[in-house]
């Protein structure tokens, strides 16, 4: 049987990334601001393809939101509380696949335009 990881090359991670996590940064007050700050380590290209978008009227407006799967080098630690820049627009991670469990390459599906959780 054909493994699956043998569907991504190194020569398909064209776009530009920056996966980010949130952070605590100290105010000045004694209090603390989330702040998005980039995961050291993570990969910088992908592979990225649209799978859906939709649009939604909300608040006397239309709001746009699209779907997209990434598939990037496999790094541990990314969790569904993470984000990612993909042409500067922030997306919010929903699933993570580990391909085949062979920690080679990641599959993320990804909502941009669309509010975190």
Known sequence: MACKCS??????????????????TPDGAG???DAWAAISGAPTRAHVEAMSGSERYNSDRVEAGVRYRVAVRYV???TVKDAVLIDGKRSNIRF????EFKSRWLVIDVDEGVAPE
């Open 31 to 33: 209090g603390y601001t």
């Open 7 to 24: 569907d991504y090359t190194s020569g398909m991670l064209r776009t530009d990334v920056v996966f980010q996590r949130v952070t605590k």
């Open 76 to 78: 541990s630690g990314l």
């Open 96 to 99: 993570i696949n580990n391909v």
